[in-house]
């Protein structure tokens, strides 16, 4: 048995969003369940350099790690299932491949060679893949290649595939996930597209080791029979993957199918222990039988597209089952909300979160939901532009400076409580140039932000150019808006609350990055509790009315 690093690879096949990121993240639990060191990497197709610059509505939520990587979203689930941090080396894109061989071919490292996709992009593909798992830390690196098979875009990651299947002989192992498709009119399953996508690996050179097989119907035997047969795999090979009622329950669905044993058996691991899920399976049980519901409005611009929050969403998940309660979200579009209908919206919610962003539009909806619940006393969270909103909203209306305003929309504004950082004042590049990832926090006693947190220096992750202005700090602190959390190397606000309100509270970081099943986020946590205290006041003042 050889004791190296073992490399899984995850492909798709048929189409896309299959949900090989989700695959992917429960079985590298599975196999972390056994006592194994696991880790996961994203390859992404496209020619950007990271999803920094792109539009969310192109590609979903940035997801950023703690040394600063701007990433596909499916890093935010890798951490959510494994519970461990990613970096820069778990997602890489052709663009960053692309970028580093020409790099090397204008020092002139290649010696005036003729640079080709094969050897020198597909030998970048494949230096990328083992840096993980060089590092002697991990025994299994799980790696998920982005697109869909017979996209020209992936072909060189295929080849780089294929090339370390013959490399690395009994240390790799191909997973294709693929579709098969229930036609109601014949009213039955058809394999013929999972048979195509195969033959489509193997005119590349790929034979894949498991079939992973996205179904609305049970398989059956019989078809399991047939893929296994015309897709020369092993019949324990073919695994069906069912439509699951939430993410969280796919480990376990892919464990009654034993996905990790069949993986472990073909690369002549050990089975190590059996799987420990009982904190799992206690935090699904929690979520599917919740005790309440409470429901929280999210403000933001992106709504459409629900994957531009997926961090979000999954950390009031998380803090609902904490909590043994099931968080409602109601999605509001901040382009929606004005003066005359601000009540309609939002009266009878029992918190808000206003959510990060970028640029002008919908700006004036969330200022204005800000101010109609800090008015109402409803809880309220703002993240980076949220809390950068309120700030805004605070001058405006309790400073008595309606021309407030933060640079990023006003750059010639009298009073820019908001305005660039000095680290930023020069950068002319978008790409990879903001304060990124982990920084100090420390927060003070006696705070809304220290009862969250229970402790006085904390790390979380950003993602921003604009600040607080400090220049205005002592102005907003005898007004009623204290910073209850700042940066301790370079003075910047970041958190700020309003201790008069029952809870209000906004952070210039995000802190949905670090929500994971096995640690609940504790702001998120925290507001999911005021609210529920919220919902029991509005009862209670109800009740007494009648």
Not at 54 to 81: I, W
Not at 89 to 96: D, K, L, M, S
Not at 226 to 249: G, L, M, P, Q, W
Not at 280 to 292: A, D, G, I, M, V
Request: net charge negative.
């Amino acid at each position: 048995m050889s004791n190296s690093t073992k490399y899984i690879f995850v492909t798709g096949g048929v189409t896309s969003s299959l949900g090989k990121g989700i695959i992917s993240a429960s079985l590298a639990k599975l196999l972390q369940s056994r006592g194994y060191s696991v880790t996961i990497q994203k390859l992404d197709p496209y020619i950007n350099v990271d999803p920094g610059t792109l539009n969310p509505y192109e590609h979903g939520e940035c997801y950023v790690t703690e040394d600063g990587a701007e990433t596909d979203l499916d890093l935010g689930h890798y951490e959510r299932f494994l519970n461990t941090p990613t970096s820069q080396a778990n997602n890489v894109t052709t663009g960053r491949i692309y970028q580093s061989v020409i790099d090397k071919e204008r020092r002139g490292d290649y010696l005036g060679k003729t640079v080709q996709v094969i050897p020198h992009i597909t030998d970048e593909i494949k230096e990328r893949i083992q840096i993980l798992g060089n590092k002697g830390t991990h025994e299994f690196v799980i790696t998920e290649i982005g697109g869909t098979v017979g996209d020209i875009e992936s072909l060189p990651y295929v080849e780089a595939v294929r090339q370390m299947l013959w490399e690395k002989e009994g240390d790799c192992l191909v997973v294709h996930l693929t579709l098969v498709p229930y036609l109601s009119a014949a009213g039955e399953l058809k394999t013929k597209p999972t048979q195509h996508s195969v033959k489509a690996l193997l005119e590349l050179g790929v034979q894949p080791h498991v079939l992973v097989c996205r179904t609305e119907h049970e398989l059956g035997d019989e078809l399991k029979d047939k893929v296994a047969k015309f897709c020369n795999v092993s019949r324990s090979a073919v695994i069906e993957s069912r439509d699951a009622s939430t993410i969280y329950d796919v480990p376990l669905l892919m464990k009654e199918e034993r996905l990790d044993e069949v993986i472990l058996g073909k690369l002549n691991m050990p089975l190590g222990t059996e799987p420990d899920i009982n904190e799992w399976q206690s935090f699904l049980h929690k979520l599917k039988n919740p005790e309440k519901e409470v429901e929280i409005g999210l403000v933001g611009k992106y709504v459409e597209l629900r994957d531009s929050y997926k961090s979000i969403t999954e950390a009031f998940i998380h803090a609902g089952a904490s909590n043994n309660c099931k968080v409602k979200v109601r999605w509001i579009h901040s382009e929606s909300i004005t003066s005359d209908n601000v009540a309609n919206k939002l009266n009878d919610l029992k918190g808000v979160l206003v959510a990060p962003g970028f640029g002008t539009r919908g700006i004036a909806g969330k200022i204005e939901a800000i101010r109609y619940i800090r008015e109402n006393q409803i809880p309220f969270l703002g993240i980076c532009l949220g809390m950068q909103c309120a700030v805004i909203e605070y001058a405006r209306n309790v400073l008595g400076w309606p021309e407030a305003h933060t640079m990023e929309i006003e750059e010639n504004t009298n009073k820019p409580v908001i305005h660039l950082m000095n680290e930023q004042r020069s950068v002319v590049d978008k790409g990879g140039t903001m304060r990124l990832g982990a920084y100090p926090c420390q927060v003070n006693n006696d705070t809304t932000a220290f009862e969250v947190y229970g402790k006085e220096n904390i790390s979380e992750r950003h993602r921003h150019r604009y600040e607080f202005n400090n220049e205005y700090l002592s102005d907003f602190e005898e007004a009623g808006m204290i910073a209850s959390g700042m940066n301790p190397e370079k003075g910047l606000v970041e958190i700020v609350e309003i201790p008069e309100h029952p809870w209000f509270v906004g952070v210039q970081f995000h802190p949905e990055y670090k929500s994971t099943v096995d640690n609940p986020h504790p702001l998120f946590v925290n507001f999911v509790q005021a609210a529920i205290k919220q919902q029991v006041k509005v009862m209670s003042s109800s009740e007494l009315q009648s």
